[in-house]
Structure formats: structure tokens, C-alpha cells
């Protein structure tokens, strides 16, 4: 299967700090990927740069076209949507609202009341249908990350970047979460997730790449990717992967 | 004797809709303690009450044997409970320096030994002392959220998420500082969803669900509870 993102040699740099460097990547329909690294390696800057929000050099291609350089609406028209690890819902709209602009204005809706049509299916998709009146301020964040994952899905993307969407979530919760972040793969939707909950990483991506001081140092299955050494050291740290260990009972 | 610290019959939530449903909450001495529970079921509504955000509709908050239910968030603080909020909430434009200030506002002469102490607790935070708090990673932010925190010398600091959106190192360097603080006197209550870190941290356990306590105890009783083990670790 041909792939349907596919990145070459990003690299971003502020100033002179080269947040991103010569990062290659590619992902195929229905992928999930997961992108983790410490806090600071260039995951949501890499997330920024595919989709217009941070100028890169080297190319991006999405769908078999160069999307490099296109602004950030256009991206999304393309059908490759985001979500935002710090959450900007409009606070004084209902969660349908919401969900519904992220309908009208990808142009997956034609009209406003077919966007909230298509608003009310996804937020109960999500697990939301219950909140879809209250205003997006009222809901506690894990709610509103919830609803940055039903904004992208309203847009009908072939790709879908989820920034740390599943933070904050308990046990329970997470294993819901990983039900809607496989049916969504399953309809053939590339995702990429960048992600801290190691539960999430390693019971849904079929592939992992890590990021440190914004270069890869391991990119393969979770289970390889996350007993590396590199990884231990630059990442999860000795008490985690020894948890890990005993879970697995390695 | 009475408490540390001490919570009964406490409700609150907002306008018409009731978020607490009597909880009832008691620390008989400083040490560290973890708050855990499903999304909705108080935990965030239970921190902002006891630091003053929230107006409680009724029960009571002791702290040291005195009533501070209804004190205002500054006087609170002045009682020795400061709050580190979730998702950090520093100010953003300002360095870091200025935002661990702001941790001891009004409190002059508290403000040098705090950023002394802050500063060797997190050595880091010192050479970003001139940083925009914006420009931070999520564990610096986090670093600086706690240090802001402390700021104030707490008897007992509440947390709320702390690993929030964090790299699993990072959270094993956080939990060591905080044992260090713990360990120097500062009772800490920690809201934190990975609860198999947080009763790893924590000597006891409250489980707050729909907006009552409904399971508290030692870390290891609670670890080995069957209901926790389903509900929260993910283990049967």
C-alpha cells in the first residue's frame, strides 16, 4: 500500500535551536503511529510543521501531493486534521457548536444545520452526546480533549494528529479511548499520536517512533521500541521500564 | 487529638449543579497523600474548595484544628495551604523567576529563602531563571508549578495532576523531589490519574467517586483492593 503521508528530511529551527532535524517518516492508511519523547524533543513542533503551523524545510507529502508550504486551513481541507495538546475550544458555545464549526469550516458540511447534524453523530461517537448543550467551558479537560478529537473527526480527515489526547485519562477511561482511537484506524484513518500514557502506546500503535532533542533515535514495534536502552534512558526511565518489566512479567 | 488536616459532610459544585456530595476526608498528620478517581467525580471541584476558589454549600474544612471553610483563596493561603493547579497555569510572559515571585506574593520576606529552596530542589529552574514560563517543556512547567507552590512555605501543598501530560522520567524525578519535600515537613495531597504511581508515592489513598469518598486506607491496602485494582489499575 502506497503511503499516505510522507515526510522527508523536516527540519525546523528557532533561532538557533534546531527543534526538528532531518526527521523522515511516512504513514499508510489506517497506521497507527505513535510519536513519543521527553517533554521538549519536537513532537507537537513536528505536529505544527506538517500542518502549516511552523515553517520547515524538506517536503511534505500527503495523498501522493506536495503539501509543503500550504497554509494551515488548506491542510485541513486536504484531510489531514489536528488536534491541540493545550485545548482552545470557544468557551461560550455549546460542545456541539464546537464540533460543528469544525464541520462547516473543513468543508465537510455544506450548511450549518447539516454540520450540527453531523456534530450530534460524532459527539456521541466520542462519548459526548450527553454534554453536546453545554458550553465547552464547563467541561473538565479530559471532556475537552475529547471534544479536539470530535472536532477532527468532523472535518472527515484521512489523517488525524492527536496531541496528547488521552492525558489525564484513568484506567478505565483509557481502555475506552483506545475502542475509539482503533474503530477509527479501522474506517482506514492514518493516526498519529503523540502520546505520554505508555498504556495507549503500547496496546494501539503498530509502529513507535521516538524523538530526543528533536532527532529519532528508535523508530519500530512498541514492545522492541520500548525495552531499547536509548529509549530507557532518554525517556521512560529505569522505575518505569522496570514496572513494565514485572507487567509483562519479562 | 484533632487532625492535621480535616474535611466532613463537604459539598460544593456549580450554580445548580452539586459536584460534592458530603465528603468526608481526614489527615491525621503531614506526609503525602493521593486523591485518585474517574474523570467528573470531584477531584479538581475538592482541591478548589479547600483552597478557597470554590465556596462550599455546606459541611466543614479543619486545618490544624481551626474552621477555614469559606476563607477567601489569600487567606487560605496564609493558613499554609497553597495549591498547584492542573495544567500548571503559570504566567506565561513572564520568566520563571517572576512566576515563583508570585508564589510568595505579599510574602517579601519569604521570597529569597523560597527561591533559595526552589532553586536546589530543581536545580534547572535556576539556569532558566530568566526564561519566559511560555517557552518551557511540560516537566520545566511542572517543575516551576510545584516550586511557584512552595513558594510560600505550605504546611500542605495540594497538586492536582502531576503527571499530567508529562514524560514518565520525568514524573520518577518529580515524585523523588516531592518525597524530599515530604520529607522535610510539607504534607502534600496529590490528585493524580496514574494511580499505580500515585500509591507508589503516596503512604495513604482517598477514592473519590461521583463526589464522595468511597474507599480510603494505606497505599498497599488500597494497591491490593479488588474494586481499585478493576476500576483504576486496570488489572483484575
Not at chain 1, 513542533?45 to 524545510?57: D, L, S
Not at chain 1, 469550516?105 to 450530534?120: M, V
Request: charged fraction near 20%; charge should be neutral; include cysteine.
Amino acid at each position: 500500500m502506497s503511503a499516505l503521508l510522507e515526510v522527508h528530511v523536516l527540519t525546523v529551527r528557532f533561532g538557533g535551536l534546531c527543534a526538528l532535524s532531518n526527521l523522515s517518516l511516512s504513514a499508510e492508511p489506517g497506521e497507527i503511529l505513535g510519536l513519543i519523547g521527553p517533554n521538549g524533543a519536537g513532537k507537537t513542533t513536528f505536529i505544527n510543521a506538517v500542518t502549516g503551523a511552523v515553517k520547515a524545510t524538506g517536503s511534505v507529502r500527503f495523498g501522493g501531493r506536495s503539501i509543503s508550504g500550504f497554509r494551515p486551513f488548506k491542510i485541513a481541507r486536504l484531510g489531514l486534521a489536528r488536534t491541540y495538546q493545550v485545548v482552545q475550544p470557544f468557551p461560550e458555545m455549546s460542545a456541539l457548536d464546537n464540533v460543528a464549526a469544525g464541520a462547516l469550516f473543513s468543508g465537510a458540511a455544506p450548511s450549518l444545520s447539516e454540520a450540527r447534524k453531523q456534530a450530534e453523530a460524532v459527539l456521541e461517537r466520542v462519548g459526548l452526546g450527553r454534554e453536546a448543550n453545554r458550553f465547552a467551558e464547563e467541561l473538565t479537560l479530559a471532556q475537552r480533549k475529547r471534544l479536539e478529537v470530535a472536532k477532527g473527526l468532523a472535518s472527515k480527515p484521512r489523517m488525524l494528529l492527536l496531541d496528547e489526547v488521552n492525558a489525564g485519562l484513568n484506567a478505565a477511561e483509557i481502555e475506552e479511548a483506545l475502542g475509539l482511537i482503533r474503530s477509527i484506524a479501522v474506517e482506514g484513518v492514518a493516526v498519529l499520536l503523540v502520546e505520554h500514557v505508555m498504556r495507549v502506546v503500547s496496546g494501539l500503535c503498530h509502529r513507535v517512533i521516538v524523538l530526543h532533542h528533536g532527532r529519532m533515535i528508535a523508530d519500530g514495534e512498541p514492545a522492541h521500541v520500548l525495552a531499547d536502552q536509548a529509549v530507557i534512558e532518554a525517556y521512560l526511565g529505569r522505575r518505569y521500564a522496570e514496572r513494565m518489566a514485572v507487567a509483562v512479567g519479562a | 487529638m484533632s487532625a492535621f488536616f480535616e474535611i466532613s459532610g463537604l459539598q460544593a459544585g456549580y450554580g445548580a449543579i452539586r459536584v460534592l456530595w458530603g465528603v468526608d476526608l481526614r489527615l491525621n498528620q503531614r506526609g503525602i497523600a493521593c486523591l485518585v478517581g474517574a474523570n467528573g467525580a470531584g477531584k479538581t471541584t475538592l482541591l478548589r474548595s479547600i483552597s478557597g476558589l470554590l465556596t462550599p454549600t455546606c459541611g466543614s474544612i479543619r486545618f490544624e484544628g481551626e474552621e477555614i471553610t469559606g476563607l477567601r483563596p489569600d487567606q487560605v493561603l496564609a493558613r499554609g495551604i497553597a495549591q498547584v493547579p492542573e495544567g500548571r497555569r503559570l504566567f506565561a510572559s513572564m520568566n520563571v523567576e517572576d512566576n515563583l515571585l508570585m508564589g510568595a506574593y505579599g510574602q517579601r520576606s519569604a521570597a529569597r529563602q523560597g527561591l533559595e529552596r526552589a532553586y536546589a530542589l530543581f536545580p534547572l529552574l535556576k539556569e532558566r531563571r530568566r526564561q519566559d514560563a511560555s517557552t518551557l517543556s511540560g516537566g520545566e512547567q511542572q517543575m516551576c508549578a510545584i516550586a511557584r507552590g512552595l513558594m510560600s512555605h505550605p504546611k500542605l501543598l495540594l497538586i492536582d495532576e502531576l503527571s499530567l501530560g508529562l514524560a514518565p522520567r520525568i514524573v520518577e524525578q518529580l515524585i523523588s523531589t516531592l518525597v524530599e519535600v515530604a520529607q522535610a515537613g510539607t504534607g502534600i495531597l496529590v490528585v493524580e490519574q496514574d494511580v499505580a504511581a500515585a500509591l507508589d508515592l503516596a503512604s495513604e489513598g482517598f477514592v473519590l467517586d461521583r463526589g464522595r469518598i468511597t474507599l480510603s486506607g494505606s497505599s498497599p491496602s488500597l494497591a491490593a483492593n479488588p474494586c481499585v485494582r478493576e476500576a483504576y489499575l486496570g488489572v483484575a
